[in-house]
């Protein structure tokens, strides 16, 4: 993979390399003028937006953006309104419920919810599920409502026998989503009710079913780090220097963002972030270098905030410099 020039300014000295940070937007414009269109309540501009990217091109990065944004849960009940009969603000309404649902669940284990927060976090996903379903009929050919199933689900347990209906009926319309398959991989994790095996397996069918240059290379590296997380210190890292995984990385690698027919869009740097951690974590420098030199500088919150507190770009710095960047 030909790599891109690493040069970087910081306080008006050179420093060799560009200074770390979280790239929210993943360097795409329309990702981040449709999120200022939707803190505006600018209906017309996020609905333009989003008719303009074709389901087939990662429409769903673009919906996230809107579905995180505070406030579309008031400004587009009266959308809805106005236009009874439209898919698309249905689908937004959808995938805003399903963001506010875990707002009120927080991040927090499960023994740190309380029970009016699990019943305010089912509540909005039961009213996302009610949108998606609609949008799913009206729309029968769109990827997008059935992905957001897959989120609903997780957080609904539904169980592993409707969560894979669900994957499948997503990649019947796109055999290659990225996102469901990142869905339906924490769906077969054993913290879900699957397992490592499940999880590995699956990981490796899925990437290496794809053509050369798939992002989906990723699932592999995302498999490890889930088991390295379900390790206790000590154990984790024993796991990670494993030379199976090192050469399970470096496989994936070559048939992902090493590929000549890679190409650098939709989550390519996430992609690229997640090996750079989990090269870095199996102790394989080199390899760890190559992606850091990839991203410029560039973080993505997923995988980083595993590691120093939640803080990615605090992470990538340290492993970065362990890697000699």
């Known amino acids: 993979m030909a ?9 008006g000295r050179w420093t060799g390399r560009p200074v770390a940070h979280v790239q929210k937007d993943s360097g795409e414009p329309e990702v981040r003028r449709v999120r200022e269109a939707a803190e505006a309540a600018d209906w017309a501009t996020v609905r333009d937006v989003l008719e303009a990217r ?20 008031r400004w587009i009940a009266e959308v809805l309104e106005a236009e009874p009969d439209a898919a698309l603000p249905r689908l937004v309404a959808g995938i805003r419920h399903i963001s506010w649902g875990w707002e009120a669940r927080t991040g927090a284990r499960a023994q740190h919810v309380s029970r009016e927060q ?20 009206r729309e029968p050919g769109w990827t997008s409502p059935w992905y957001g199933l897959q989120v609903t689900g997780r957080g609904l347990q ?20 990225l996102g469901a398959h990142q869905q339906q991989l924490q769906q077969v994790c054993d913290k879900w009710g699957g397992s490592h095996e499940e999880m590995h397996a699956f990981a490796r069918k899925s990437a290496f079913d794809a053509p050369g240059g798939t992002l989906l290379g990723q699932l592999v590296a995302t498999a490890h780090l889930e ?14 220097g494993r030379p199976a995984v090192a050469a399970s990385l470096r496989e994936a690698a070559d048939h992902s963002y090493r590929h000549p027919d890679f190409v650098r869009r939709g989550a390519w740097l996430q992609v690229l972030n997640t ?14 270098r190559e992606c850091f030199q990839a991203t410029e500088g560039r973080v993505t919150e997923f995988p980083w905030y595993y590691l120093d507190g939640g803080d990615p ?7 970065r410099s362990s890697a000699g960047r």
């Open 158 to 177: 539904v169980g592993l026998p409707t969560a894979r209906r669900r994957f499948e009926a997503t990649v019947r319309r796109d055999p290659h989503h």
């Open 118 to 137: 699990f019943e305010l976090f089912h509540a909005r996903l039961r009213t996302a599920e009610r949108w998606l379903y609609e949008v799913a009929e």
């Open 227 to 240: 088991e390295w997380l379900s390790l206790d210190s000590g154990p984790d890292a024993a796991y990670m």
């Open 313 to 319: 770009a605090a992470a990538y710095r340290k492993l």
């Open 275 to 288: 090996f750079a951690m989990a090269f870095s974590l199996a102790g394989d420098r080199a390899a760890a």
């Open 3 to 11: 790599l891109l020039r690493d040069w970087g300014l910081t306080l």
């Open 54 to 73: 074709p389901e087939s091109e990662d429409r769903v990065g673009l919906l996230w953006a809107v579905g995180e944004t505070a406030g579309v849960e």
